[in-house]
């Protein structure tokens, strides 16, 4: 996804769903739902990454009691998971500070910026 490069989202058959260094193949965080709901089916789970907001937007499924309340009706609820809130941003990992190139090496645009920036 275009906000969080090399992390993925995995959907698990228990329902889980979490996120994933795929440099590290670590899992960084877990999205849940209330135990009232169940993520959608991991063959089609219903879900978009807002790119705008940095947000996960999910569908979970109420749970229900009986097969016959099942066919009756299907009550889902949208969950999201904002990316900036101060506790998932905290699981996720920080990027190493990279040397600043030299400015020969630079392009001549961004050589520019920086002489105007100085």
Not at 19 to 31: G, K, R
Not at 102 to 114: F, T
Request: hydrophobic share 35%; net charge negative; with cysteine.
């Amino acid at each position: 996804c275009v906000i969080l490069p090399f992390q993925t989202l995995v959907f698990s058959w228990d329902g889980t769903v979490s996120l994933l260094d795929t440099t590290t193949s670590h899992i960084i965080c877990y999205f849940n739902t209330p135990p009232s709901h169940a993520v959608a089916s991991p063959w089609q789970p219903v879900f978009t990454v807002d790119p705008a907001d940095q947000c996960l937007i999910l569908r979970g499924d109420k749970q229900q009691a009986d097969i016959l309340a099942q066919s009756t009706s299907s009550h889902s609820s949208i969950f999201l998971f904002d990316f900036n809130s101060y506790l998932l941003k905290e699981s996720f990992p920080t990027e190493p500070d990279l040397p600043d190139k030299p400015l020969q090496d630079l392009p001549w645009m961004e050589r520019c910026n920086n002489f105007f920036r100085d």
